[in-house]
């Protein structure tokens, strides 16, 4: 019997209109980020899902080398590498159904090409011959795009309407850790969570906005843990382990479909090169931290555990490279064409139907390269 | 057209009216935004709506303009057709990223492969005696953005013609609701056959020879009020309503400063950076050898929007409309 109770005088009662809502301990992650290469649990996955995870791998980490090889060539204004990321980026694209949908940030363009989209349309908006080049319909890619979190609301609405129509359909959004502090992370975790909507949050841990370390970004106990705010589960993976990775993604994304609601997924990883080929990480970090994390690559560890088990051989690694090769031909090929640019289409999809002021615009810049043309073709001027 | 047998109707009524019509139509348009469900909207617009649509597609969101336009593109790019709420012209702040970043963008971003087929409903202005971020008039935020139609009615009718055309639109349709006119009455029959017109036309309010009074949304009954008060002074003013800022009507405006030979642009919108300075441009870009006078405005003061006890030195009234009409440099007529 409490004091109170023995003066039997004051109750106290919580205030009339509290009541519990959510149980937050089932939606808390674990303490460490899930592993499953190198435990017992990789016995558990299907062979065939980890080779295949593996080719991507390869692939991935030539696709991200070829990319900054093109900055330095100009054939791409810029790039943004995911170099030491590809578990994240290959298990995001290969746990998808095709009739889900992904929703990139600008960092995933690997992502995008591992769903299916041709790497050099995914490429358009760095290259700058156009801003999205595919129709995001044709592999359920949303635009890549530089703004940061704005992406997420986006997932959360599609998935929203899919749910509305009926349609089983999962979106999976991806973001950056520098991403969790914009207010669209928020929003949208918030109005995923009310509306249960079918979405999946990836957020790559990889350590660094630009130069700005987590600490600074952060005081949260991990970012797995913002999920419990909102209500939904967070989960917390290492993000160079693919398999983990798929897994973990897996599980949320069947999570969702069966009507659960969204999940936030934290997945640690590391950026291994500068934020892009125009940025100096010498001014911000050690070369021995990079080199830790070297150690902990995402291909040396899937390796590992292929040859270790000898469910690959040397034969089939040397085809994921010559795959990945073949690729990087192709692309380095197709982008060191010039692109094809019709200064036109600067008007042609402003609106469904331009509006006078544009048309007045558009045949101004029309004269001005008829003017262009006819100095060309004669250079005296003797026809002026 | 008035007729005797209709019942007068508010402004508020009619955009109702048009979000029922359009959600009974087509089964893609959704109702969105705060307090749009049982409460009906601050101002009732959407009153009745979630009872006969249910909450499925009259949703009560999340207080966050930016969650509510974001996850509206999301909707839009599944197929449906958002029509999203603002509360207030100030609290539409938070979703500017959305809205200029992406909502404005995404067919152009796309090649026209994905249109964005949202309406953003956004009371603003002032003469309401509202606190402060209840009274601005922000147009001039939306019409610097490519991408977006922009448009606000002045009569009962427009309210409902204009609505419609928005939702209807395949590309993102701002509609700034004139809230200082959302009680005004107008003999207006819903249940006759409607006037859905395209986007971007003016339409002349009212027929003058002296000068154009060219004006939008709140300041529309304003100036009809001035022409009145003008005939005491031998002016005969003609008062074009605007209807659409974008995309605008060139044509109507510079025929009626041709036919008048003088002009002056009245909003509540400031002076610096606001409408005027780009429709007084294009007036004079136009029409220069029909001026008599230079094309003159009359706006809001370039301030932060005043306190409500201080609001009427701020909006444009019919004496200062008269002011500037009386500096059209008559003494030069010909």
């Given at each position: 019997m409490t004091v109170m109770e023995q003066r039997g005088a004051y109750r106290p009662t919580p205030p009339p209109a509290w009541q519990p809502r959510t149980d937050p301990a089932p939606l808390l992650p674990d303490a460490l980020p899930h592993r499953v290469l190198g435990t017992e649990a990789a016995a558990q996955v299907d062979p065939d899902l980890l080779r295949r995870l593996y080719a991507q791998l390869v692939r991935g980490r030539r696709y991200n080398t070829q990319a900054t090889a093109l900055t330095k060539q100009g054939r791409l204004a810029v790039y943004p590498s995911s170099t030491g990321q590809e578990a994240c980026e290959v298990a995001a694209a290969l746990v998808l159904e095709e009739r889900d949908w992904l929703f990139p940030s600008y960092r995933d363009t690997l992502a995008a090409v591992a769903r299916g989209l041709d790497p050099v349309q995914a490429l358009t908006l760095l290259r700058g011959d156009w801003h999205t080049g595919y129709d995001p319909r044709?592999?359920?890619?949303?635009?890549?795009?530089?703004?940061?979190?704005?992406?997420?609301?986006?997932?959360?609405?599609?998935?929203?309407?899919?749910?509305?129509?009926?349609?089983?359909?999962?979106?999976?959004?991806?973001?950056?850790?520098?991403?969790?502090?914009?207010?669209?992370?928020?929003?949208?975790?918030?109005?995923?969570?009310?509306?249960?909507?079918?979405?999946?949050?990836?957020?790559?841990?990889?350590?660094?906005?630009?130069?700005?370390?987590?600490a600074k970004q952060t005081a949260a106990p991990s970012l797995a843990h913002k999920a419990v705010g909102y209500g939904m589960p967070g989960r917390l993976v290492d993000g160079n382990d693919a398999a983990a990775v798929h897994e973990v993604l897996g599980e949320a994304i069947a999570h969702a479909r069966a009507g659960g609601g969204p999940t936030l997924v934290e997945a640690v990883t590391y950026r291994m090169e500068a934020h892009t080929n125009a940025d100096d990480d010498k001014r911000y970090r050690d070369d021995a931290d990079v080199e830790a994390w070297r150690a902990h690559d995402p291909i040396a560890l899937l390796e590992r555990e292929l040859t270790g088990r000898g469910l690959i051989d040397e034969a089939g690694m040397a085809a994921a490279r010559e795959d990945a090769e073949a690729m990087a031909a192709d692309l380095r090929e197709r982008m060191n064409q010039d692109p094809v640019l019709d200064p036109m289409d600067l008007f042609a999809h402003v609106y469904a139907r331009p509006t006078t002021q544009l048309l007045e615009q558009e045949a101004m810049l029309r004269a001005?390269?008829?003017a262009e043309t006819r100095g060309h073709d004669d250079p005296e001027g003797a026809t002026r | 057209m008035t007729t005797v047998a209709v019942k007068p109707a508010t402004m508020a009524q009619a955009f109702g009216r048009a979000l029922r019509d359009a959600m009974a139509e087509d089964p893609t348009v959704h109702v969105m935004g705060e307090d749009v469900?049982?409460?009906?909207?601050?101002?009732?617009?959407?009153?009745?709506?979630?009872?006969?649509?249910?909450?499925?597609r009259v949703t009560d969101t999340p207080l966050a303009e930016a969650g509510i336009l974001g996850t509206a593109v999301g909707m839009a790019m599944y197929g449906l057709r958002p029509v999203v709420e603002m509360q207030f012209d100030a609290f539409a702040y938070p979703a500017f990223e959305q809205l200029i970043s992406h909502v404005a963008r995404w067919r152009n971003r796309t090649r026209g492969?994905?249109?964005?087929?949202?309406?953003?409903?956004?009371?603003?202005?002032?003469?309401?005696?509202?606190?402060?971020?209840?009274?601005?008039?922000?147009?001039?935020?939306?019409?610097?953005?490519?991408?977006?139609?922009?448009?606000t009615p002045a009569t009962v009718a427009d309210a409902y013609g204009l609505l419609r055309a928005a939702i209807a639109s395949d590309d993102p349709v701002v509609v700034l609701e004139p809230k200082r006119l959302y009680w005004s009455k107008d003999a207006w029959n819903p249940d006759e056959p409607q006037a859905v017109e395209p986007i971007g036309r003016a339409v002349v309010r009212r027929r003058g020879r002296s000068a154009t009074l060219i004006t939008y949304g709140?300041?529309?009954?304003?100036?009809?009020?001035?022409?009145?008060?003008?005939?005491?002074?031998?002016?005969?003013?003609e008062v074009v309503d605007l209807r659409s800022l974008v995309p605008f009507d060139d044509e109507t405006v510079s025929a009626s400063v041709r036919r008048t030979g003088r002009a002056v642009v009245v909003h509540e919108s400031g002076s610096f950076g606001g409408p005027g300075g780009e429709i007084a441009a294009r007036v004079?870009?136009?029409?220069?050898?029909?001026?008599?006078?230079?094309v003159l405005r009359v706006a809001g003061f370039d301030i932060p929007y005043p306190p409500p006890m201080l609001e009427r030195h701020h909006l444009p009234g019919v004496d200062r409309i008269l002011d500037a009409v009386a500096r059209l440099q008559w003494e030069a007529r010909s």
């Open positions: 044709e592999h359920r890619v949303a635009p890549l795009c530089t703004p940061l979190a704005t992406q997420l609301p986006h997932a959360v609405g599609l998935a929203h309407a899919a749910r509305l129509k009926g349609d089983d359909v999962v979106a999976l959004a991806m973001i950056g850790d520098g991403g969790t502090s914009e207010g669209d992370f928020h929003e949208a975790l918030n109005f995923a969570a009310v509306w249960q909507a079918p979405v999946v949050f990836l957020v790559q841990n990889n350590g660094f906005a630009i130069s700005v370390p987590l001005e390269l008829d | 469900g049982a409460l009906g909207g601050v101002f009732r617009v959407t009153d009745g709506l979630v009872k006969e649509f249910g909450e499925d492969a994905m249109p964005l087929p949202i309406t953003v409903r956004v009371p603003y202005g002032g003469g309401i005696g509202g606190v402060e971020h209840h009274s601005d008039s922000s147009e001039a935020y939306y019409i610097a953005t490519p991408g977006l139609h922009v448009v709140p300041s529309v009954p304003v100036c009809l009020e001035a022409a009145e008060a003008a005939r005491a002074e031998g002016w005969d003013l004079t870009e136009r029409c220069f050898h029909h001026l008599e006078a230079p």
